[in-house]
């Protein structure tokens, strides 16, 4: 379901932007239009689906747009033109009141850098925003007190903003967007002031809170791996336009272009990857009628030195080496049961690399990938190690 549809959405700043939308429709860059008439191109006729619920990361370097385009969302600043619509109602057409209403009970903002103040207690600035709301006293302070909980600061209420580290002040910040409880959150670098470790206990924090909440987040990075991390579908912009937008798995393998793939050269593809991006097709035989002579003529045939078994439903069975199929030749068996492998090396479909990577290294017949017992396909070493050099995979 969407949430948030963008449509043809520009933001042009200067004096004249009518002059500025006819450029760009002629197809006029940001940079000519800069040199030529002074106005600068925010948001260049973005185009952008959020679905409700999924955490969706705009990222793109500094001065790319994205603070512009998320803050025409809430108006923060207004469109030059296009169209917002939010739960399919028109975020571009409302007066002063409506929108107010949308402000408060819609979306919820959190930045980089906010204030708190200073001779307020941590409730009371969770709690601020209540206010203005018109929630009575008593029902602020316990929105504010779960909001505490929900981000593990419990315990805190009643001490000062003074007493609490910087990442434990920028978690009361996520706290207030919370208590707010609006069905969407906007958040504008919000973990980008925070040191290494305590950024990403807010991003694992983030993730609990989203699978829980199931809010629909749109979430400003400028760094590639906390968008991988968190997002379910990342656009990527450059120069007021939206460049891909993709799954994190998407952008990796498939770079729409040397822009983009210059943004995700230094990725950990380990950590993103799972195994149903890199297995391939296996080679099966059938536990009813295949012995092993067609066991070992397909290897043969393959060139590889086991395959794997499966009954009609494609349901794993066991695996068999060249040895063992050699041996049951010489030996006169019919039945492969009797010289199959039945403890064979799974995983499932949605395992990380990193962990493919740390079996891999530890057995000598692929891995089997498997859904409920449904084989999926295989992963070998060559396809792991071309994973990780960011080679051609083939995809199952
Ligand atoms: N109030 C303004 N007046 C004029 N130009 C502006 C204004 N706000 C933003 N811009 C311009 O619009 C473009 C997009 O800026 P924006 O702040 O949206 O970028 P950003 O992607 O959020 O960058 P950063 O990562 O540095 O926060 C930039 O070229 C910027 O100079
Ligand atoms: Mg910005």
Redesign the pocket.
Known sequence: MKKIEIKNLT?I??KNTKEGLKRLKKGQT?EEI?KETGM????NQVDLDINEGELFV?M????????????MLNRL?EPTSGDILIDGVHITNLNKAELRDVRRQKIAMVF?SFALFPHMTIAENTAYGLEVQGIPEEDRLRKAKEALELVNLAGYEDQYPSQLSGGMQQRVGLARALAADTDIILM??AFSALDPLIRKEMQDELEKLQAKMGKTIVF?T?DLNEALKLGDHIAL?R??KIVQVGTPEEILMNPANTFVERFVEDVDVSKILSAENIMIQPETIDVRRHGPRVALERMKQAGISSIYVVNEKNELQGIVTADEAAQGIKDHVIDIRSIMETDVPRVDEDCPLTEIIEKIYDIKVPIAVTDQKVLKGIIIRGTVLAALSKEEVSYA
């Open positions: 933001k700043f200067g940001k800069f600068t191109v925010g948001v705009i793109g370097l500094s001065g790319s747009g994205k603070s512009t385009l998320i803050r600043i980089q504008d670098e400003i400028h912009m120069d007021g």
